[in-house]
């Protein structure tokens, strides 16, 4: 009779930071341990499978073929078992990382999520942004904030935010250009990031199909936010997602000209992966969201 082969599990839990963060300093950095005790938790994997898992070079590491196999296999098995252990009430971590774009949490998530950690005051959180789609089985992070359709396989997903576009600027701009009638007369002002594609959808939607954009400089300044701190200085007018600043349209620092709002079919979701729904943190922290967001066209994807 054949011998099972006895696979360590540190080894495995090495591996899979490993594999998520494409380094073993931060791999060590997240479990713990320093960059050459996970080299060797590897090394003892590799012994036991009989083949490389990573291609070790000069400041880098990349999966070898054997290794982009059994990477998400073995992320799928660590979520199987926090399920497991979440199903009997035991809490394995106490940190919630939340991946977010910039705008989203600047301009919602920094403004509640104190009120998320006075009902929560045992789960500690950190926010990193990116406009970048996470890979949750290479990544370390046990929710994102995301800008799509919710339709991400393996990830349960749910809509959060509805993602409409109009033009906006500071009220006082519109004063110097008055009267703002019609849309057309907003091509009399300087256009924030005239390459954004919601600009031509907006002015198609409203009967100009030829608004001539490439007039204006093709700046991209990243962010909403940053293009609505450019529209409150007085310095152009953006085409923004007025959920993002609602307080700052109540508070007359934003003014939006025209009633035509417009929807693309892309929304703001809350998506992690399917086998950790379950895990106290994300179910707390889900709940939290979606009874707090004022938005009531909230959905569910799997």
Known sequence: MKRSRQVPLNAL???????????????????GMTQTA??????????????????????????????EKLAPRISEAFGIMD????????E????????STATFAQQWLSRHIGAF?????????RIETSSNVIDFTRE?????????????????????????FTPMLSPKLAEQFEPLEEPADLLKLPIVSAGDTWWRQWFSAAGIDDPGL??????????????????????????LNPGHFADEIAAG??????????????????????????????????????ETLPDKETGTAQ
Do not use: C
């Open 92 to 99: 394995t971590s106490e940190m919630l990382t939340i991946h």
């Open 253 to 290: 620092r934003l003014y939006q000209p025209f009633p035509l709002t417009l929807n693309d079919g892309r929304d703001y979701w809350l998506a992690y992966p399917e086998n950790r729904r379950n895990i106290p943190k994300i179910r707390a922290f889900r709940t939290w969201l979606v």
């Open 83 to 90: 399920e497991a252990l979440a199903a009997v009430g035991v």
């Open 13 to 31: 839990k090495a591996f899979d930071a490993a594999a998520r963060h494409m380094s073993f300093t931060k791999a060590g950095e997240e479990l």
């Open 214 to 239: 490439e007039r204006f400089p093709r700046n991209k300044f990243g962010t909403q936010a940053m293009d609505a701190q450019i529209a409150i200085a007085g310095q152009g007018v953006a085409i």
């Open 117 to 125: 950690q006075l009902k929560h005051p045992k789960i500690a959180v």
């Open 38 to 67: 996970v080299s060797y938790q590897i090394k003892l994997l590799e012994d036991v499978l009989g083949e490389p898992l990573f291609l070790r070079r000069p400041r880098q590491v990349t999966l070898t073929d054997a290794g």
């Open 140 to 164: 370390q992070a046990d929710v994102a904030i995301r800008w799509g359709k919710g339709d991400w396989p393996g990830l349960g997903a749910h809509k959060i935010m509805r993602m409409d």
